[in-house]
């Protein structure tokens, strides 16, 4: 909880404004008065007014109706324009609350989104890159969860990075290369970190050979091309990336990513997704995430069991990632 609580010192420190896609949700309304009474942002809450007012002591609180905002006409037409999109379409997309939610992020009358807990993480990612954009340089969307693992020591603390866990299920070489440097320009921007990125595989240098090797290979390569001051490597298993004696007898210790590893990228999504979920539960860490990558605006993908806890800590991750609110 120690990384949460100097995350917040900073979101508190920008106060951004977040749209929160489901504000119709009893739930999420919940988690936007703890961010409000905690300082913590300045929540936007995309409400149809069917879901009925809001309580008292939401009065910090913006609302706002997608099919009654007149930003909904605005919204459409710079999606058109940029698009070379029909303007007519667009307004009619633009009637759904997360495609709203992400057209305020994009346009800049919101610093962050926050969604997923009704809507699933396809739908998140569509709206997101329709309307928000990806970053220049960056193709693929991708997400990284912050861990923290209690009773690891590592070079950054309890703490590593892994990525991806949510997103993309088999990622081709160029889009393993686009997730370990979108990882590290998270891992930069939310804890200032400098990025040590093990590129990981079942193989260590060769030790096996495998199109699925040869995969991660080829990212690490076209990664190195990319960033050449980026301190990356692979392919190795995850002892050699986390474990200085196990690198040392594998890769000769050769390297600064062997043994001293802070972000570990995963070949494909069933090695991250089942990756931190063995961590959490057997480790008891706590995992930070979803959080999206690669778009202009930061955003989180919710649990659609997700907590009010879990909100706000996914709130606080968007908050601190965003960019400082103008004064």
């Known amino acids: 909880m120690e990384v949460l609580a100097e995350l917040k010192e900073r979101a508190r420190a920008r106060c951004p404004r977040i749209v929160f896609a489901e504000g119709d949700d009893p739930t999420i309304v919940k988690a936007a008065l703890r961010v409000l009474a905690d300082g913590i942002a300045r929540p936007i809450l995309v409400r149809t007014t069917a879901a009925g007012p809001l309580p008292a002591d939401a009065a910090g609180i913006e609302a706002v109706d997608p099919r009654a905002s007149r930003q909904r006409a605005a919204y459409a037409r710079s999606y058109a324009e940029r698009e070379s999109f029909p303007e007519r379409p667009a307004a009619h997309l633009l009637k759904n609350p997360v495609n ?22 396809a739908a998140v990612i569509i709206a ?88 991660v290979v ?3 390569q076209i990664a190195r091309e990319r960033e050449p001051a980026l301190t990356i490597d692979g392919e190795m298993q995850v002892d050699a990336a986390l474990i200085p004696a196990v690198a040392e007898k594998k890769m000769d210790g050769e390297g600064a990513v062997g043994g001293r590893a802070n972000i570990l990228v995963f070949p ?17 860490a706590a995992a930070y995430g979803p959080v999206f990558q690669g778009f202009r605006r930061p955003v989180s993908d919710l649990s659609k069991g997700a907590s009010i806890d879990d909100i706000v800590g996914a709130t606080i991750i968007v908050a601190a990632l965003s960019e400082p609110a103008p004064a």
């Open 128 to 215: 997101s890159r329709m309307f928000i954009g990806m970053r220049d340089g960056v193709s693929t969307p991708s997400s990284f969860f912050l861990m923290d693992v209690p009773g690891w020591s590592g070079p950054e603390g309890r703490l590593l990075i892994f990525a991806d866990c949510a997103v993309n299920p088999n990622p081709t070489a160029e889009e393993l290369a686009d997730i370990a440097l979108s990882t590290a320009a998270s891992a930069r921007a939310l804890l200032g970190w400098i990025p040590r990125v093990a590129m990981l595989s079942f193989s260590t240098r060769g030790s096996a050979s495998h199109p699925d090797v040869d995969k």
């Open 100 to 121: 709203f939610a992400a057209a305020m992020a994009g346009s800049g009358d919101a610093d962050g989104l926050v969604a997923g807990f009704t809507y699933g993480t």
């Open 218 to 220: 080829a990212a690490l």
């Open 268 to 284: 494909d999504l069933d090695a991250g997704n089942i990756a931190y979920k063995l961590v959490q539960r057997l480790a008891s």
